[in-house]
C-alpha cells in the first residue's frame, strides 16, 4: 500500500501562501515594513546573554524536568507575575518553545483518534497539532455548545490573532466543562504579560480554579516579552499527573531544552525589570498604530491584549485588505490564515522598531 505522506494532510504553510504579496510591499520604494509575524526585534538583555554564555562549556546531556533551580524559577515567576499558586516543581516543565509544546501536546496526551477543540478564529498550529495526531478538530468558543466527548480543548486568552481577553467567569466555564466530561484544557497564555485595556488572568489563578488544577494545563513562552524567540523557550504547568506524564514522553522522544538555554531562562523568569521595559516599548508602538488606522479607514476590533491589533477596512476582505496595505510597502497577516470566521480582518504587529513603526503610521496616512 503506497504510503500517505504526512505533510498532505496539513493545511498549506500560511506564510508559504503570501510569498507573492511580500513581494508587492518589498517592492514600495522605501522598503518592506514587516508588520505580519510576531517576531521579536529588539535585544535580548544583557543579563540573559550573559548566563547563557556562562553555560556554554557544560558538555553533558541536561535534564528534560529541567534543572531544580530552573524548576524553582519557573514556580516562582508564575506565582509573583501572574498570581498563580499550588504550583511545585513536579507540576512545571520547560519546552523546546511554545510552538512545540502546541503542536505536540495532542501526541503526546496519546489523543489520536479523539475530538480537540479549538478557538473559531485560532493560531494555525492548534489545528495542525491535532492533524498531526490524528484527530479530529472543532471549532468552538462556547463550552456550552462544545462536544462532551472532546479530548482536549485550547484556549487562548489574551487571543491570537484578535487580543481578545477571556474575563475569570468565561475561563471558570471551560474548568467546569472539563470538570463534567473529563477533557483537558490546555490555555495558551502567550500574551499573558501584555495586557492593555483589560487585564488578563491565567486559568490557573485561584480565582479561576478554587485552587484545583485537576484537567488543566497552562502553557508559556518567553518569547515575546523576553525577546528569546530565537532561544526556543517556554512552559508547560498545571495539572501534576498530566506534567509528569508529558514528561515520561518527552524523556522517550529526546525532548529536551538544551542546558545552555535551561540557565538564560533562569535569568529571564528571575528578573522582571526587562519584561517592563518591553512592555513600554510595545505600548508606544501600539499607541503610534492605533492613532494612524483609524485615520486610514480601518476598525480595530478587541486587541485589548497582546503584539497585534485586529483590524478591518470598510467591504474588503482579508486578501483586499492585504493588497491595500503592500502598495504602502507594509505586510500583515491575512485573517483566513486563523479560520474561516477570520476573513474580513488582518493582523497587524507591533514588533517592528519604534523606526518602522513610525514610518507604517506614516504611510497608512499619506
Known sequence: MARTPL????????WDTIADVRERAAAHDGGLIDLS???????????????LTEAAAAP???????????????????ERRFGIAGLNERSV???????????WLPT??????????????????????ALVAGCEV??????????????????????????AVATADELRAWVEFSRDTGAIIASDECYLYLGWSAEPVSILHPSVTDGDNTGLLALHSLSKTSNLASYRAGTISGDEEL???????????????PGPIQAAMVAALGDDMHEEM???????????????????????????AGLYLWCRREAMSSRETLDWLADRGILAAPGHFYGPAGANHVRISLTATDERIAEAAKRLVS
Not at 553533558?60 to 508564575?78: D, F, K, W
Not at 472543532?138 to 487580543?163: E, M
Open 7 to 14: 505533510g498532505s494532510r496539513l493545511p498549506d504553510f500560511p
Open 37 to 51: 509575524v510576531g517576531g521579536p526585534v529588539d535585544p535580548v538583555a544583557p543579563s540573559i546573554q550573559l548566563a
Open 60 to 78: 553533558g546531556y541536561p535534564q528534560t524536568a529541567g534543572t531544580p533551580e530552573l524548576r524553582a524559577t519557573i514556580v516562582s515567576s508564575l
Open 93 to 103: 516543565l520547560p519546552v523546546i518553545g511554545l510552538k512545540e509544546a502546541v503542536a
Open 108 to 129: 503526546l496526551l496519546g489523543l489520536r483518534g479523539e475530538k480537540v477543540v479549538i478557538p473559531e478564529v485560532a493560531y494555525p498550529t492548534y489545528e495542525v497539532g
Open 138 to 163: 472543532v471549532r468552538c468558543d462556547d463550552p456550552a455548545a462544545a462536544p462532551r466527548d472532546a479530548a482536549l480543548v485550547f484556549v487562548n486568552s489574551p487571543s491570537n490573532p484578535t487580543g
Open 243 to 257: 506534567v509528569q506524564e508529558l514528561l515520561l514522553v518527552r524523556k522517550h522522544s529526546g525532548l529536551i531544552v
Open 278 to 304: 518591553q512592555r513600554s516599548a510595545y505600548a508606544m508602538r501600539r499607541v503610534e498604530l492605533m492613532k494612524a488606522l483609524p485615520e486610514a479607514g480601518f476598525t480595530i476590533d478587541d486587541s485589548d
